[in-house]
């Protein structure tokens, strides 16, 4: 699809970027990919994701995208930097953890901040950790694991809560490290928002990147003359994934229209 803003992630988690990007841009015709077939890559080498990102973008450019939203924190940390360095003129924007929404609105307060194993030990997420750590106690918790519950489409198990209440126990409502605040630092996460928030307590505030990553892209394509100067045509989102099984595109559309 030519002139569409392409949007990545290694797997159905982008989708949660996706939808803001369709909110802000209507008019705009937007082609999901997820790597889904090499997910998870908040485990993997630095290196490797570093390559997968790399590939998946000059893809998109090849076939004619306009502008490319890297979906994924984990990928974002690994390779936006070398993209942008490569691809100085094309609108390329990348997702981090919504570390800055949260410290404002929890200031001298615990906020805990949820993401891969490769996103937090990444040099992008300590130097946004350096920024923002006189304003609030920040904590930095991996949370291997959790991104497949999205990915198999078990949002709503036992499991998950069972993965839930044991990862999140010493900082729930009640708890000495209760916490004010919770980044979602990875896109598959506010698929399960609604768990965390349960598990967590409702004074616990929950904070995610997709509203401002979004506002990037339209500021980025909107200065380099790319958004469609169409207001009457109604967008379309075509949905593409790396996974052999059948049933992840039904899984991408359910997200989706969630
Ligand atoms: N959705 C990705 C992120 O935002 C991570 C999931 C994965 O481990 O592949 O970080």
């Known amino acids: 699809m030519k002139d569409a803003i392409a949007v990545f992630d290694s797997g159905v988690g982008g989708i949660s970027v996706l939808r803001e990007l369709v909110k802000q841009m209507p008019n705009e015709d937007f082609l999901f990919f997820g790597d889904s077939l090499h997910a998870p890559y908040g485990t993997k080498t630095t290196e490797e994701v570093r390559r997968l990102t790399i590939e998946a973008t000059e893809k998109f450019m090849e076939e004619g995208a306009k502008g490319v939203t890297i979906a994924c924190n984990t990928a974002t940390s690994a390779a936006v930097r070398v993209l942008r360095e490569r691809y100085p003129h094309f609108p390329i924007v990348g997702i981090e953890p919504a570390l800055k929404p949260a410290v404002e609105h ?60 044991k990862l999140l126990d010493p900082y729930k409502k009640g708890k000495p490290d209760e916490v004010a605040g919770v980044v979602l630092g990875c896109t598959h996460y506010p698929f399960v928002a609604d768990s965390i928030q349960k ?60």
């Open 106 to 165: 929890c200031p001298g307060k615990r906020v805990l901040v949820l993401a891969t194993p490769v996103t937090i030990r990444e040099e992008k997420f300590h130097k946004l950790l350096n920024r923002y750590e006189e304003d609030a106690l920040v904590i930095p918790l991996p949370a291997p694991g959790l991104m497949e519950f999205v990915e198999e489409g078990k949002t709503h198990s036992l499991e998950l809560m069972e993965y839930l209440e």
């Open 199 to 258: 598990v967590l307590g409702d004074s616990a505030m929950i904070f995610d990147g997709s509203e401002g990553t979004a506002r990037e892209m339209r500021r980025r394509l909107d200065v380099a003359g790319k958004l469609n100067p169409d207001k009457n045509h109604k967008g379309k989102v075509v949905f593409t994934t790396s996974s052999p099984d059948p049933g992840k595109l039904d899984l991408m559309e359910a997200l989706y229209r969630k």
